[in-house]
């Protein structure tokens, strides 16, 4: 039997990886549909809010099933959810059904965003085993990147062919993508064998991990980092405008520049945490994003304040690529789908925590104190713990 190349299988998962990735580009979507159908920006946020969500339960509840379907089935109900959910949503525009948009943006394209992030990741990693950061780096790195490229598309597709059109376009060119992409997926060959050996050893009881402090610590780490840069994400042009005073087209390229930083923290991070550890690269994620949301209150020079977001935003992107990784090294290859799985929970908690927080928090300064405070907590938390985990 040919031997297939690993680096095929990871372009598939950066292929799998940009398509969804355009959820992050979502913000685009507010000002052409408010404009078009009246809903307010709050309604409409809720939905994106409802997409990370279903994202996270579906990696959580349903990576025992991927498992048993393989990579490339899963890879291809990533395809349909995500294909039907943007048709569907551009079916809810046209007719001005708000019920209908939550439905099919909101709960059938994240399912879709589950499926389609949770295989591609678990399946690469199997490719590198030497370098398990820099796989999961660069699958993950391209989630960012299908934000960025969906952003400079979605405006120049609705002035030609409509809100709903552009849904069409976009949801079966996304399908068509992803369905190419899920062919080439597959898991290395083994020999029987070990087939059998990890067969009898590949998951972990639910109840074992709910009595694991190293999975509620993990998870904790995903949630804090997520909640403070999902939130700085969402407010970022406004922010932007308010504090350091910039015009739209600036603030455009602010946005840009954050999905970039948000794609190359990514490969980056996880990478660096290859060659220093998991432990010490999710300490500095908390240290470092201390000390930048502390410049933030200080300051409303440009450049500076432009300069602490894009590193916020890289320590974001990074946590979610070494993640993977850092499963990896305390469960194993093997065992990795299930905690994996439950931790990407936190996004979904997060999604709408860090929005829930700017709702109550409307002082900027008030808002970088806090999530200061929050990732100084951190930090601590993640010394302590690791010392704990190492002397027991």
Partial sequence: MKTKNKWIIALAGMM???SIGSIYAY???IKPINTLNGWENDQLKLSFSLAICFLGLTAAFMQKFVRKIGPKNAGLLAAIFFGIGLLGSGVAIAINSLLLFYLF???????????????PVSVVVKWFPDRPGFASGLVVMSFAIGSIVASRLILPLIASYGVSGTFYLLGSIYF????????????PDLNKETEMCLAKNSSIPIRELLTDVRFYSLWLFLFLNTTCGIALISIAAPMARDIIHIDDAQAINFVGLIGFF???????????????GRWLTFFLFFTIGTFCFFILTQTENALLFQLMVFIIISCYGGAFATMPAFVKD????????APFGFILTAWSAAAFAGTGLLSFIKDYNIIFCFFALILGFTSVFCLLIKRKLICR
Avoid at 105 to 119: A, K, P
Avoid at 262 to 276: H, M
Avoid at 330 to 337: D, E, R, S, T, V
């Fill in 16 to 18: 799998l990886q940009l």
């Fill in 27 to 29: 913000s685009v979507w």
């Fill in 105 to 119: 943006f909101g709960v059938i394209s994240g399912i879709g965003l589950g499926f389609g992030y949770i295989t």
């Fill in 176 to 187: 068509f993508l992803m369905v190419l992409a899920s062919f080439c997926l597959s898991l």
């Fill in 262 to 276: 948000n794609g190359f923290g990514r490969l980056f991070w996880s990478s660096a945490s290859d060659k220093i």
């Fill in 330 to 337: 305390i469960y194993g290859a093997n065992k990795m789908h």
